[in-house]
């Protein structure tokens, strides 16, 4: 029976109004600190500092900002639990770009300063800190120069005519195929070579060309022409190569007035176009004062430089040949390229050579020039530099230990792999945060659960993350929007956007605190001391966000216990990258072993430079194991060789391959065969293939395990099952023992189960998908619990045993008498008295509280919904409930008899729910709800008699969207919402065992 009434009716600010979350019902704010007396560690997880909070990507329709608002939202963002923000002019869901002013309100106008002076003394104020984006949206852009400046971003287009041999081509130079963008207005010829087609050398989509053939022409151009005579036979291509800019802007423009251009990231010119800007017209003396006071970050979006040419910038070709030893010129043909495409090849094996030659010099420059001089600028203002360095085919490994805080992305990173490339190239610079721009989806916006978003996050902080930017939270308004406000991409080109704009706009900000304190425990346990991984796999081309996994380790050795990273050879330079005690970087990651495999990224081929191989002998020589896998007896360097190069590299690898510590295998699936050769093991090792995944820090001899039940990727089909089985982990110290370290709601249990080994500690690890859990290893009191050894449990046929004040207290579901084994060789016996049933909780009553558009965008108001349930079900199958979003309070009563006793306790099992859910018992409420396993052990607040629980759903803001803006939301279908289940109660008796 479903009883449905209309009851009343109140309006919210969403987002306009001072102090709003603390004035939505049900908001829990923080109590004030006191005085705390258990150990720095344990209160630093109980209460995260803000350094390790999550944080938000906070877009702004440019300037059109009200400093006063920016202040309220500071406050939302530090009373949700949050560590900052990062500013960034974003907005690309409205169309008509007209009604943004950007002469008066664009970026970098006094509207602009004015609202990020606001929101960086707030931020001081509040304790958290803003990161400013160093130009609007992306790539680094400025006002302050044309798309002909010399600072501005270039491309190399060529210009194409065939001519027959033994005919002679008077004419115009050939004209660059594609043509010039908008606005720009000059181009520079810089060459025209000539080359013999070969047809033999064509491929599917490349023409092939004769080296041998290849003349350089340019001598013969006079006022833009030239005459020449093919030589005879076969058909010649007449090339020529333009130098201008590309006449890129930030994405979504304009921002500014004039419009920004993108700068030349290759160059100095480039870049000191965005300091001088920043100098001049960005850092006023107020905002140099806050950010002296507040510190943060300067922030660089992924490197999207598009052209329908080639990536270039003046001088590239002397910068070429200082560093590679030879002329690009007879290999631009090779290099050139269409609608990102290239064109022409030579031979394959030498065309990817000179590929991979030219790729490596602007590797160089963009680190040289850009990500090291970003980096000094930002440390001159007292900022770290933060950067997600990639996005064309440069070395990001490198570029990741060049700047302070790398950052991937959870949309464009393909698996966890792409973390693990930036993961390695931090971790042997020294550095220590990784970190992501969180929780984006395509077609999403409005409708991401915080389960979803967890659970794309999960397997990361595995793979090296530490620090969370979510992805993100919108201004409240701009001019023309509908409700619930300005959103920076949605709807996108008038459909559904991506990501969400997380804020008091959303039903489940009430419960976000919780989410965010999870977080935050997440990264201090996954910030504490330094990362240790036990294998590094080297990469030829550093590239990521492309997926490509490291063979064996990612498919098989993943399952098994084992951690990789990628490594690049410019960080293997880096003075951390020695081997001492059989390990690389003994003080950083650790690694036990390297593996060399082919280049993934050009063509398989088995390369490597002769100063590698050199290093690489000299450290196994010093201890370090090494696996080969595949054929290296025709290996080769990676570039275009110098006379005797390659076999120079050859005899060195003959001389490496009779070292005791090298594995030659033929194979990736011979992989393990040589670890076992080598006598090595994971830190980590399970009995059989689990999805369980896992990252290792080591802090003082303290050992912190972050375990997730996760998957690889995103896209992994069939869904990750639950896990249940026992892992051994490696402990620093002998004397460690286990402690569990609960991220929800900061509690700190010592394990009371467990084996262990001298170097190892083997405890069971039990996980739903996608859930986590910390295990450290510490000597006793490390987290105030007393500072001996106490009698432990090694095996129990009991469902729990944990520590108590009297000894060890033994749960079990039934009745019985069960057997625990102790660690001193006894074995104890608990009784269980009689156990209740489980009850299945059906019968509730509903309160929903209905959000609903108002009369400004900005506005919510809410209606109140009442209904009786008989059995549980999703919203959307309860009449006048389909389309509703907001909050449900759910109330049932459980009647305990008088057998009840404190002896017995119970686990309230919540099954499914959708979104967010707090408890309550008795009218207490509890500590946060894992979000993505909901049990709760409930037992020292139920009593004999009546007992009521109550449990708040809040839902996403989707529903309600399709029926008020059908015209971009309306084509989805609706989602589940509430409390679904089934719901339990499964009670366990409990008895203690002294020892």
């Known amino acids: 029976m479903n009883e449905y009434t209309f009851t009343r009716r109140r309006v919210l600010q969403a987002g306009l109004a001072a102090g709003a979350v603390a004035a939505l019902p049900g908001a829990v704010r923080p109590p004030a600190a006191a005085a705390d007396s258990r150990p720095v560690a344990a209160v630093r997880f109980a209460r995260p500092p803000a350094a390790v909070r999550p944080r938000f990507r906070w ?26 923000a990062e500013i960034v002019a974003v907005h690309h869901s409205i169309r008509d770009k007209s009604v943004l002013d950007p002469g008066k309100y664009g970026w970098g106008t006094p509207a602009w300063n004015a609202g990020v002076e606001a929101a960086l003394d707030q931020a001081r104020k509040r304790g958290i800190t803003v990161d400013l984006t160093i130009g609007p949206a992306w790539p680094a852009a400025v006002p302050t120069i044309t798309p002909d400046s010399p600072e501005a971003v270039k491309e190399l287009a060529y210009g194409r005519a065939d001519v027959a041999g033994g005919t002679t081509y008077s004419g115009p130079v050939p004209a660059a195929r594609a043509a010039a963008e908008h606005g720009v207005t000059r181009q520079k010829l810089l060459w025209v070579h000539a080359v013999r087609i070969d047809p033999a050398l064509s491929t599917r989509n490349e023409t092939g060309l004769a080296l041998d053939s290849w003349q350089d022409l340019t001598g013969l151009v006079k006022d833009g022409r030239i005459e020449w005579s093919a030589p005879e036979g076969g058909t010649w291509v007449l090339l020529s190569y333009w130098e201008r800019g590309s006449g890129q802007q930030p994405e979504s423009g304009p921002h500014s007035s004039p419009e920004s251009y993108v700068v030349d990231h290759f160059s100095r010119a480039g870049t000191q176009a965005v300091i001088d800007f920043w100098e001049e017209r960005l850092l006023t003396p107020r905002i140099r004062r806050l950010l002296e006071q507040a510190g943060g970050a300067l922030f660089e979006d992924s490197i999207e430089l598009e052209t329908q040419a080639l990536n270039w910038t003046p001088g590239l070709d002397a910068e070429f040949a200082r560093r590679r030893g030879y002329a690009l010129h007879r290999y631009l043909p090779v290099i050139v390229r269409y609608d990102e495409n290239p064109v022409f090849t030579y031979q394959a094996e030498l065309t990817r050579h000179a590929r991979h030659d030219y790729w490596l010099t602007v590797s160089d420059l963009f680190s040289e020039y850009h990500f090291e001089a970003l980096t000094d600028w930002a440390h001159s203002l007292g900022l770290q530099f933060r950067s997600q360095p990639y996005g064309l085919e440069t070395d990001a490994i490198e570029h990741a230990a060049i700047v302070d805080i790398p950052e991937g992305e959870s949309l464009g990173f393909r698996n966890l792999d792409d973390y693990r490339a930036l993961a390695g190239g931090r971790d042997l610079a020294g ?20 389960d979803r978003f967890l659970s794309t996050m999960g397997g990361a902080y595995a793979a090296g993350l530490n620090q969370t930017v979510l992805h993100g939270f919108s201004y409240a308004t701009a001019p023309g929007v509908n409700w619930p406000g300005f959103a920076g991409f949605t709807p996108y080109n008038g459909g559904i956007g991506f990501s969400e704009s997380w804020g008091p706009r959303h039903p489940t900000w009430r419960h976000v605190e919780d989410v965010a304190g999870y977080l935050a425990r997440v990264h201090q346990v996954t910030q504490a001391g330094v990362n240790k991984i036990d294998v590094a796999v080297y990469r030829q081309k550093g590239r990521t966000k492309t997926g490509l996994g490291a063979g064996w380790f990612t498919s098989d050795g993943v399952p098994l216990g084992w951690t990789h990273q990628l490594v690049s050879d410019p960080v293997l330079q880096l003075p951390p990258a020695e081997v001492s005690g059989g390990r690389l970087a003994p ?97 980590v090792r399970y009995a059989q293939r689990s999805t369980l995944l896992y990252a290792h820090r080591v802090e003082d001899e303290v050992d912190f395990y972050y375990f997730v039940n996760g998957k690889h990727a995103e896209t992994v089909r069939p869904p990750v099952a639950a896990i249940d089985h026992k892992v051994t982990l490696t402990r620093s110290d002998r004397d460690a023992v286990p402690y569990r370290l609960d991220a929800w709601t900061g509690e700190i249990e010592r394990i009371a189960v467990y084996e262990e080994d001298g170097g190892t ?6 996980l739903q998908p996608s859930e986590s859990t910390i295990v450290v290893l510490a000597r006793p009191g490390h987290f105030g619990d007393g500072a001996r050894r106490r009698v432990h449990a090694v095996s129990t046929q009991a469902d729990e045993v944990r520590y108590s004040d009297r000894g060890l207290a033994v749960r079990a579901a039934q009745a019985g008498t069960y057997a625990v084994t102790l660690s001193d060789g006894r074995t104890a016996q608990a009784a269980i008295a009689a156990v209740p049933a489980p009850v299945d909780l059906t019968s509730w009553t509903l309160t929903v509280e209905d959000w609903r558009p108002g009369a400004t965008p900005t506005e919510t108001v809410t209606q109140t919904h009442e209904v009786t349930l008989d059995a549980l079900k999703p919203w ?36 499914e729910v959708t979104d967010t859910c707090r408890v309550k018992v008795n009218g207490r409420a509890l500590p946060p709800v894992d979000q993505l396993n909901p049990v709760l052990d409930i037992g020292d607040h139920l009593r004999p008699g009546a007992n009521t629980i109550e449990v708040e759903v809040a839902t996403t803001l989707f529903n309600r969207l399709r029926v008020s803006d059908p015209a971009v939301y ?26």
Do not use: M
Not at 880 to 906: F, M, N
Not at 975 to 994: A, D, F, H, M, S
């Open 59 to 84: 877009w702004w329709p440019d300037g059109q900002v009200d400093p006063a608002e920016i202040r309220r939202e500071i406050d939302q963002i530090a009373d949700a639990g949050f560590g900052g």
């Open 431 to 450: 550095r220590k945060i990784l970190s992501s721009e969180a929780g984006a989806y395509q077609g999403a916006a409005y409708s991401v659960t915080w």
């Open 587 to 683: 003080e950083g990651p650790a690694y036990k072993v390297l593996v060399v495999e082919h280049d993934i990224h050009g063509g398989n081929e088995r390369t490597l430079p002769v100063a590698t191989a050199e290093r690489l002998l000299r450290w196994t020589r010093q201890g370090l194991p090494l696996i080969f896998i595949g054929d290296w007896s025709a290996a080769t360097v990676p570039g275009i060789a110098e006379e005797g190069e390659n076999e120079r590299l050859r005899a060195i690898l003959a001389e490496l391959f009779r070292q005791p510590k090298v594995r030659n295998v033929p194979d990736r699936p011979s992989t393990p065969q040589a670890l076992e050769a080598l006598g090595l093991r994971p830190d």
């Open 761 to 766: 500690v083997t405890v069971r690890v039990a």
């Open 876 to 911: 959307t199958e309860i009449p006048g409930l389909e389309d509703v979003s907001g909050v449900g309070v759910y109330r049932t009563t459980v009647d305990l008899d008088e057998g009840w006793t404190r002896s017995h306790g119970a686990y309230l099992r919540l099954g």
């Open 970 to 995: 309306g084509v989805a279908t609706r989602q589940r919402y509430g409390l679904i289940g089934p719901v339990r109660l499964v009670p366990y008796g409990e008895t203690t065992v002294r020892v």
